[in-house]
């Protein structure tokens, strides 16, 4: 199959079975149980510069370029391609020297040929890490998880299309201390794209740069309204259903908790309840601290309290009672110094105001997370010597 044309060797049945190689003259092939490799150089007897455009045929030296393959009859293929270095003609550009390229064969800085690129991702895209480089393996393709995805990540952005129906909120990036905007087609769902953050100069840009829009579906934020009427001025701004029912859930909820003292049970005997006349409520008792569940950590507590005093009294060592317990010596010392504890007995706790002044909150329709939060954290540092504030059982010193 081997044929001579002016004077090179070329292999015909390469280019047809492989085209990506038409453009690179076939000097040779050697193939065995670990590959394939292909040996070759470009055909075109000029290059062009990469950043001025202007073509060159001065040749400044030549390197092996070594490209990986398409898999070749379930084995890898690798291309030693020997590369030339041309002389820029243009005496305003930068370089003075360029590498060619062949075009849909060679990149700068590629590794692996543009058909061999193709597949590996599609693959990543289609499995990702683990996944794909599993099945390229699989496949006679030797790639990481971690190359999977930096191709995925330096592929470009897709275009943004034209979105009729816009929906705008935003999202963290870090709970309570940065967060952007999500941009989505509202008619299939897909998100369009991201911003930086929440402000109104932000989104109005972006709507500047995609005129289009004819409705803006968003929440009660001032700021995305003040960048819809900027950028996009003719479009409608609705508000979403999610926060519609979020928004009306959140004010029923705050309404019957600040005036649930006034609900009570209908009067048995009357006959047409929407005639009946509710009399004030009856004032309620304080409500009494729920009784402390002893836990495992405080029936523990007691336990090692109690081992500990009745081996003071038979008069052993600390390193007895270390040994004894399984404990470490300074952790039995410990105990020791605090002979005087006493364990608080379950239901009598003094500082259970703490826990009643949380539940009257609760009761009222306080709930702010934040509040009780702090609430809680005030408490504990008037109070330092608690020590297990779990409502399971209490050990004071």
């Not at 370029?65 to 293929?77: N, Y």
Request: charged share 25%.
């Amino acid at each position: 199959m081997q044929h001579k044309k002016g004077g090179s060797r070329v292999y015909r049945w390469l280019t047809v079975l492989l085209p990506h190689l038409v453009l690179l003259v076939i000097d040779g092939v050697a193939a065995d149980v670990d590959g394939v490799e292909i040996r070759g150089h470009a055909r075109a007897a000029r290059s062009r510069c990469g950043r001025c455009g202007q073509e060159s045929a001065r040749v400044h030296s030549r390197y092996v370029r070594t490209l990986a393959d398409a898999v070749i009859g379930g084995r890898p293929a690798a291309i030693r391609f020997t590369a030339r270095r041309f002389f820029c003609n243009n005496p305003d550009c930068a370089a003075g020297t360029f590498a060619e390229q062949v075009p849909d064969l060679t990149a700068r800085y590629a590794r692996r040929t543009a058909l061999l690129r193709g597949v590996v991702i599609s693959i990543a895209l289609a499995l990702a890490g683990r996944p794909g480089a599993r099945l390229a393996a699989a496949l006679g393709m030797t790639i990481s998880r971690s190359s999977l995805l930096r191709l995925i990540r330096g592929l470009p952005d897709p275009p943004v299309p034209v979105v009729a129906v816009l929906g705008v909120d935003d999202f963290a990036f870090r709970r309570r201390h940065d967060y952007g905007t999500i941009l989505v087609d509202m008619t299939d769902g897909h998100p369009v794209d991201l911003l930086a953050d929440r402000e109104a100069g932000t989104f109005t840009a972006w709507l500047k740069a995609h005129p289009g829009t004819e409705v803006i579906c968003r929440d009660r934020a001032g700021a995305y309204a003040l960048g819809g009427r900027d950028g996009a001025p003719d479009a409608i701004q609705v508000a979403d259903r999610w926060h519609l029912w979020h928004n009306l859930g959140q004010a029923a909820e705050k309404s019957v908790a600040a005036h649930r003292e006034c609900l009570r049970d209908p009067a048995p005997d009357a006959q047409d309840p929407a005639l009946a006349v509710l009399d004030p409520p009856p004032p309620q008792p304080d409500p009494q601290p729920l009784e402390l569940l002893e836990g495992r950590l405080a029936a523990r507590t007691r336990e090692r309290y109690t081992a500990v005093q009745s081996r003071l009294r038979e008069r052993q060592s600390i390193g007895a009672i270390a040994r004894d317990r399984g404990t470490l010596r300074r952790i039995a010392q410990g105990w020791v110094r605090r002979a005087e504890d006493v364990v608080a007995p379950i239901g009598h706790d003094p500082d259970r105001r703490r826990h009643t002044g949380l539940e009257q909150k609760i009761r009222i329709g306080r709930r702010n997370s934040d509040n009780m939060g702090r609430d809680l954290v005030r408490g504990l540092r008037r109070w330092p010597n608690l020590h297990d504030f779990s409502g399971e059982g209490t050990v004071r010193e």
